[in-house]
């Protein structure tokens, strides 16, 4: 039977774009952290100046030493980089025009380009209160956090002070130095009392597992999450694929919870920018192949940073139903790579990805981060059902909810097999 409801092209573009606009969405990697991690939640007009993407991009307009800044305070770096990119050249880039975005949609002057009257304003306001207002101007439902044990701040609020208690929040266990840092991880581990050493021995191994899991249920992590460089190489004879076939993996299985890997960084290409000196990397898709095919009980979420992995990167997804691609991540997170992303998932894999997560480190940047990513993937939505209803398969809006319900949050919370939050 034919559902009459949209009758033309115009107003199933009208109804797309709502529906792209407002279905709330859970943002499955973030930098932001519930206001238990007090000044882990960064926020406000000198953080999202200070924002790494915009330092980089503000030492293309600069000659003073990498040093100078990092001498600066945090408002003299922000007053520099307003300088740099927003006064003396027009704010273009994606990270620049997010800011505006931000400052406009919180109802600030935009016009008046008046940087101490943003600062007034937002240092006017209490953060629960901000807390609120962004998270319902960018309709976010549900904020996943990383989360590092071997972060001292961050381990004494779990610890000593109850943890998360904001249930939007949820907690994701970040596992990087285990994996790529390995001395530094045995020296963090022996600190909290776990028994380890560089060597792998059987003792080790049962230490990491029994720190893992011990965070895994005292943060009640929805995942476990790495970056890795582009030369992650799986299966091989290292260190890496021994912690995760005799560690991780184990550890995921027993508790449950999927394996994230966002794949294809470079930290550090150039030191003196520090956060914003990372480069992006191919990387070998074959590696993720393995593992899906390896452990074909165990789910994987995986995003890779090169623009070049991607295409592979979702055809693999259609091998493997363990598999479950996310986001646009970093550098990809610019709308003509969003764009060019969006599309050819789509169309490999219907609607059975994850679109995109923000990224965050700061929290009003949830605002333009989703409603710029949320206008795109609403356009390619569109362009896809306006292409069915050419050919007299008329969707109606009781499915494009579905479909924007499946993209934006529960694709996740089915994949982890858990009630959304
Ligand atoms: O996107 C970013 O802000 C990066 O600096 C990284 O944090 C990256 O997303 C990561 O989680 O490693
Ligand atoms: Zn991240």
Redesign the pocket.
């Known amino acids: 039977m034919k559902a009459q409801t949209i009758q033309n092209a115009a107003e199933l573009r009208k109804i797309v774009e709502r529906l792209a606009a407002s279905t709330p969405v859970t943002d499955m990697?973030t930098?932001l952290y519930s206001v238990d991690f007090e000044d882990s939640l960064l926020w406000g007009i000198d953080e999202l100046l200070t924002y790494h993407y915009l330092i980089s991009e503000s030492f293309r307009w600069s000659e003073d030493s990498y040093e100078a800044f990092w001498a600066m305070t945090k408002r003299e770096q922000a007053d520099a980089i307003w300088k740099k990119l927003f006064v003396d050249h027009s704010p273009v880039s994606e990270a620049a025009s997010g800011l505006i975005t931000i400052l406009d949609r919180l109802g600030l002057d935009v016009s008046s380009r008046n940087l101490e009257e943003y600062r007034r304003n937002l240092a006017g306001r209490d953060l629960r209160g901000q807390l609120d207002t962004v998270m319902k101007l960018a309709k976010v439902e549900h904020i996943v956090m990383?989360n590092d044990p071997f972060d001292a701040a961050e381990r004494a609020v779990w610890l000593d002070r109850g943890g998360n208690t904001d249930p939007r929040f949820s907690a994701a266990l970040r596992v990087d130095a285990l994996l790529n840092n390995w001395p530094q991880a045995v020296r963090e581990l022996k600190q909290l009392g776990y028994r380890v050493e560089e060597a792998w021995t059987e003792e080790t191994r049962g230490e990491v597992r029994r720190f893992l899991s011990e965070w895994i249920r005292r943060m009640d992590a929805l995942y476990l999450a790495v970056?890795m460089p582009g030369d992650f190489v799986y299966p091989s004879d290292d260190h890496r694929s021994r912690m995760i076939d005799e560690a991780m993996v184990p550890v995921c299985r027993e508790h449950g919870i999927p394996f994230a890997l966002?794949i294809g960084v470079r930290r550090s290409v150039n030191p003196g920018l520090r956060l914003a000196g990372d480069m992006s990397m191919h990387s070998d898709v074959t590696a993720v192949e393995a593992l899906c095919r390896r452990y074909p009980d165990q789910k994987f979420l995986v995003t890779m940073l090169a623009r070049e992995n991607q295409h592979e990167l979702a055809v693999l997804a259609r091998k493997f139903r363990n598999l479950m691609i996310f986001g646009c991540w970093w550098f990809l997170h610019v709308e003509s790579m969003v764009e060019e992303m969006t599309r050819f998932r789509v169309e490999l894999l219907g609607t059975s990805v994850i679109p995109q997560h923000s990224?965050c480190r700061v929290l009003e940047q949830l605002i333009y981060k989703w409603e710029h990513s949320r206008s795109i993937i609403g356009r390619v939505l569109a362009d896809k059902y306006e292409k069915l209803h050419g050919s007299g398969w008329y969707v109606t809006e009781e499915e494009i909810q579905r479909d924007f319900d499946d993209l934006y949050h529960r694709n996740f919370w089915r994949f982890l097999g858990r009630e959304a939050r």
Request: hydrophobic residues 15%; aromatic residues 0%; glycine residues 0%.
């Open positions: 990697h930098h990383t970056s966002m990224d």
